[in-house]
């Protein structure tokens, strides 16, 4: 089986006049079909920059990527335009930018889909199914500005998937809401996910995501840190499993807490012991 995100090596730089930024420097993602993940990290870590990316918006300046069997790095329009269409859904951060304010609930589920060709079949039937899937069914006639911010969200969940798509890609779609209405607009998404069999990268800062998502993935720096997965313990607790991500190359981002702690920087000892390595701060000494 082919995965559904192959991300290595990412890199991605934004040219000004002035200066060159660095977004991404050599990230790596995978992901399954119908797996879920979490993208969390600091302001200015490169997660918007790889949405973008992974949206076919915004092309890398290097690396390889491609999404549902799609080379993102070397589509051309009307392809880049069909996998927009048909292979990702994009929830922008911001509802209102994802809705057609004149248009009723249903009409604007239906716009994505009258778009796509030979979508002649059923489209109000459809919509109304991924409507109420989301809890708006009793909201089906109402336009953007009659319903809640949660409400609007969940519109615009609706439209991102609208056209059945592999991926749904949502840059912090709970920033805006409060924590009840975001949990149940999350365990909503996430049953409809699996009902589609779609899978998802979600941006947070939010930490409540995370119990939603197969796999949390923390950029650091333009590269991918490490990866959290939740397993469920006898309790019923969810424990997290935290892993540091290792490129083909070998490297590895220790976390930042570390470093601080163990004054860990520039150069480092490492010492094969038993079945692992340990690494020490150069000023360790020999009998470390
Ligand atoms: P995040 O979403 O994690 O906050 P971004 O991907 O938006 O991070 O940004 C990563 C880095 O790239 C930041 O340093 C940001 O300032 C820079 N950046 C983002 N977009 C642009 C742009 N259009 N032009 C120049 N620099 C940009
Ligand atoms: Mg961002």
Redesign the pocket.
């Known amino acids: 089986m082919t995965q559904l995100v192959e991300a290595e090596g990412l890199v991605?730089i934004?040219?000004?006049a002035e200066l060159e930024?660095?977004?991404?420097q050599g990230l790596d993602l995978h992901l399954e079909p119908a797996e879920t993940i979490a993208i969390a990290?600091?302001?200015?870590?490169?997660?918007?920059?790889?949405?973008?990316i992974l949206a076919g918006v915004e092309r890398p300046s290097a690396g390889r990527v491609q999404v549902g069997g799609h080379d993102l790095t070397r589509m051309d329009g009307s392809e880049q335009e069909e996998y927009r269409r048909r292979v990702v859904g994009y929830l922008w951060q911001h509802a209102q930018v994802n809705l057609w304010p004149e248009l009723t609930a249903l009409e604007n589920v239906q716009v994505p889909m009258l778009a796509g060709a030979g979508g002649h079949r059923g489209p109000a039937a459809q919509s109304r199914r991924l409507l109420e899937a989301l809890g708006l069914g009793s909201r089906l006639s109402h336009r953007p500005d009659r319903l809640s911010g949660g409400e609007n969200q969940r519109l615009a969940m609706a439209i991102a998937l609208a056209n059945g798509p592999q991926l749904l890609l949502a840059?912090e779609p709970t920033a805006e809401l409060d924590g009840a209405t975001c949990r149940g607009l999350l365990a909503d998404l996430a049953q409809l996910l699996r009902e589609l069999n779609a899978g998802a990268i979600m941006?947070t800062h939010d930490r409540q995501l995370e119990r939603y998502v197969d796999r949390v993935i923390q950029?650091r720096d333009?590269r991918t840190a490490t990866e959290t997965r939740y397993v469920e313990h006898a309790s019923g607790h969810l424990v997290a499993d935290e892993l540091v991500i290792m490129d083909r190359a070998g490297r590895l981002q220790i976390p930042r807490h570390h470093l601080e702690e163990l004054g860990l920087r520039d150069r480092v000892r490492i010492r094969r012991e038993g079945e692992g390595l340990r690494i020490l701060p150069l000023d360790a000494g020999a009998d470390a």
């Open positions: 991605h934004y040219k000004t930024v660095v977004a991404l990290g600091r302001s200015g870590s490169g997660k918007t920059t790889l949405m973008n840059d941006v950029i333009g």
